[in-house]
């Protein structure tokens, strides 16, 4: 039988790993810059963890998770990072040392979702949550976070999707307007948001169903339900996009998939149609509850959010981000195998990014493959070379060559090459072992 890799999960391999390293470093900068340092937290939590604080009766919670007991313990592959974060930052009573913590993380989550275009079962995310701040202005600066990553990827075609869903008891208040607005029209709704009119109503409001897209459309609004300080947060969060000329459209059907969100709530969708069904590439809000029902001894507000780094690469043009090859090197028989690894290794500790090539051959076959690799010197020892303690050093771009002496100045000799460069493109770096 052949073994290949679990439905919905893919190996990223060379080249396109230069991608998601290209990705990730953007994302990792931007985040610095707004003060989030990286938090890595393990990718097995108690399944407790998540079913009590995404929710039971989200999909998430009934038919994603990969759970499994193991030494009596249950566990489940974390599908998302806001739950383990909020764990370690009560395990390890982070408040005690730092008022507000900004944290952010990269990494992989598992959901067994049916996989599509955009949707897989191990996905990547790239995600920021802050404690201990209440906002909105921070609020804001996540959303601005949000749009300067987007930026960076050369992404414009996006748009910010805003609602509350309060604080307190609206979201319970909200859910029973639902279900009062819904009970009557539920023969008009699809099979799965009639399951839904009592126990999880504001999933039916983000339905792909037209059916129920169209009996959701008269739905009361939760807006109708906020108090004067949910209104208020929200107000001022509006205020703080706008002072920033960040475009957005309050959308009151925004409710997200996870349990714990309360007051603010955002997603960043793309408009166009590559990603079909799974336009939403950035999804965060505020979880004012989450940080205390896990023990901590006082309430201390959290907000974040989390990038799906498939989503955001399939829409992104990266720019060619693999290093260029700077030395060939090209024994050209089996006895100067010896002296080409030590020149290899010199060259590699003074910083360029060199070849070794062991398998032998011509020397038209070893020139061939340098050019093939994109390299910009071919270092030949043959055994002239050998016998007079030299490298001849093939220009592959000007096509000129030059023998030197594998004396203490070969390196900087090497390097003077490389910075002569048409392109500008050579490695720099001064030895540091022989
Ligand atoms: P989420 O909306 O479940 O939120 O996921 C955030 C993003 O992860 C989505 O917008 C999407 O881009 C990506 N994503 C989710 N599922 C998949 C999948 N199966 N395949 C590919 N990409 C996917 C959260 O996970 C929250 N923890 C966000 C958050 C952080 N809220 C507060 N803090």
Not at 15 to 38: C, V
Not at 76 to 82: A, K, M, Q, S
Not at 154 to 159: A, H, K, P, T
Not at 326 to 337: D, F, K, M, S, T
């Amino acid at each position: 039988m052949e073994l290949r890799a679990v439905r919905g999960m893919r190996d990223i391999l060379p080249p396109e790993s230069w991608d998601w390293q290209w990705l990730e470093s953007r994302f990792r900068e931007i985040a610095e810059r707004y003060g989030f340092a990286e938090a890595r937290t393990p990718l097995l939590e108690a399944t407790p963890l998540f079913v009590r604080e995404i929710g039971a009766g989200t999909d998430v919670v009934d038919k994603e998770m990969y759970s499994f007991e193991r030494h009596r313990d249950q566990l489940t592959v974390r599908p998302e990072g806001t739950a383990g974060a909020a764990r370690a930052y009560v395990q390890n009573a982070v408040s005690g040392r730092e008022p507000v913590t900004r944290w952010y993380y990269v990494g992989p989550m598992f959901r067994a979702e049916r996989p599509a275009k955009g949707r897989y079962r191990q996905f990547h995310q790239a995600g920021c949550e802050i404690y201990g701040d209440e906002g909105p202005l921070c609020d804001a600066e996540l959303i601005a976070l949000c749009v300067d990553v987007i930026t960076a990827l050369g992404l414009d075609d996006c748009r910010i999707h805003l609602n509350s869903l309060g604080s307190g008891d609206t979201r319970a208040r909200y859910r029973d307007a639902l279900t009062a607005y819904f009970e009557p029209r539920r023969a008009e709704l699809s099979e799965v948001s009639q399951r839904r009119v009592h126990d999880n109503p504001l999933r039916i409001l983000d339905s792909k169903s037209e059916a129920d897209q169209k009996v959701a459309a008269d739905a009361p609004s939760v807006l109708g339900l906020l108090d004067d300080e949910d209104r208020a947060h929200f107000e001022r969060l509006q205020g703080h996009l706008d002072d920033l000329e960040i475009p957005y459209v309050v959308d009151p059907t925004l409710v997200r998939g996870l349990d714990y969100y309360t007051r603010t709530l955002f997603e960043l969708k793309t408009t166009t149609d590559t990603l079909g069904a799974q336009s939403t590439l950035i999804g965060g809000g505020r979880y004012d509850r989450m940080v205390q029902s896990l023990g901590h001894k006082s309430p201390v507000p959290a907000i974040g959010f989390a990038m799906g780094l498939e989503r955001l690469l399939t829409l992104a043009t990266p720019p060619a981000t693999a290093p260029r090859l700077a030395c060939y090197v090209a024994p050209l028989r089996p006895e100067a195998h010896g002296v080409a690894l030590r020149v290899v290794t010199r060259l590699r500790r003074a910083g360029h990014h060199c070849e070794l090539d062991g398998r032998g051959g011509s020397l038209k076959a070893m020139l061939r493959r340098a050019n093939g690799m994109g390299g910009r010197l071919c270092l030949l020892i043959g055994e002239d070379e050998l016998a007079t303690g030299s490298v001849t050093i093939k220009d592959l771009a000007r096509h000129e060559q030059q023998t030197v002496t594998l004396d203490d100045g070969f390196v900087a000799r090497v390097q003077a090459r490389l910075d002569d460069d048409d392109d500008g493109s050579g490695a720099s770096g001064a030895e540091t072992a022989g």
